[in-house]
């Protein structure tokens, strides 16, 4: 069994629509959450980092953990084409190295 | 500026040559981080570095080895041990090795041919 669990799609939704990303982890240690965006063939862009369990709202954005259930989810509301890209999950115990989901591609269709 | 650079963007090597991707930073990160991206997998961690003259292995070092004698700089190579290296290569840094707060160069895509 893998640490970190992430379909990895592909998810394809119209414009405009809610989207939901999520990952589930196995390690109770995790501390640091994180999610990544990555267009083609380019570096992942650090979207949202947060500490614990709760909920973080940046823009369009909304990461929550919860960490009870050992489960993490990417909110994206009024998508938009540009949103179009391959989402990554990422997480830590803390002074320890990082270990990724898989990735799940998503398309805004307009 | 601030931020990472990896070069080259593409790479292509013969079977049995060595070759050596180049990563700089000029965040004043004390950490950095090579990853390794093969289509539809997550990140793999090949080596990182937590401070200058220090490093050490990550879960897929076999067939990689890294440097670091400057803060700046943390330059990977892929030696001819490496059974497959064709994949996407990616470098990032962190403030320090206690924040997992990472920043990613844009990648380097070797190709053995």
């Known amino acids: 069994q893998k640490e970190v669990e992430q379909d990895p799609g592909p998810l394809s939704v119209p414009e405009g629509a809610i989207v939901s990303l999520n990952c589930t982890y196995s390690?109770?240690?995790?501390?640091?959450f994180m999610w990544y965006r990555q267009y083609s063939r380019k570096g992942p862009e650090l979207l949202m980092y947060?500490?614990?369990?709760g909920n973080k709202e940046d823009g369009r954005f909304t990461a929550q953990v919860d960490k009870s259930s050992k489960y993490i989810s990417l909110f994206i509301r009024d998508s938009q084409p540009s949103d179009s890209a391959t989402y990554l999950c990422a997480m830590s115990e803390g002074a320890q190295k990082l270990v990724f989901g898989q990735g799940t591609r998503l398309t805004i269709n307009p | 500026d601030g931020g990472i650079t990896q070069s080259p963007k593409y790479l292509f090597r013969k079977e049995g040559q060595n070759v050596t991707l180049s990563c700089e930073q000029n965040?004043?990160?004390?950490?950095m981080y090579w990853y390794r991206q093969d289509p539809g997998q997550g990140l793999r961690l090949i080596y990182y570095?937590?401070?200058?003259?220090?490093?050490q292995k990550g879960d897929i070092a076999e067939g990689y080895s890294v440097s670091r004698e400057k803060k700046e700089s943390f330059p990977l190579t892929v030696t001819s041990a490496q059974k497959n290296p064709t994949a996407f290569y990616l470098c990032?840094?962190?403030?320090?090795?206690?924040?997992?707060?990472?920043?990613f160069g844009q990648g380097t895509r070797l190709t053995v041919v």
């Open positions: 390690n109770s240690a995790f501390q640091y």
């Open positions: 990032a840094s962190s403030i320090s090795a206690d924040n997992t707060e990472a920043f």
């Open positions: 965040l004043n990160h004390d950490a």
């Open positions: 947060t500490y614990s369990s």
């Open positions: 570095s937590q401070i200058v003259n220090d490093f």
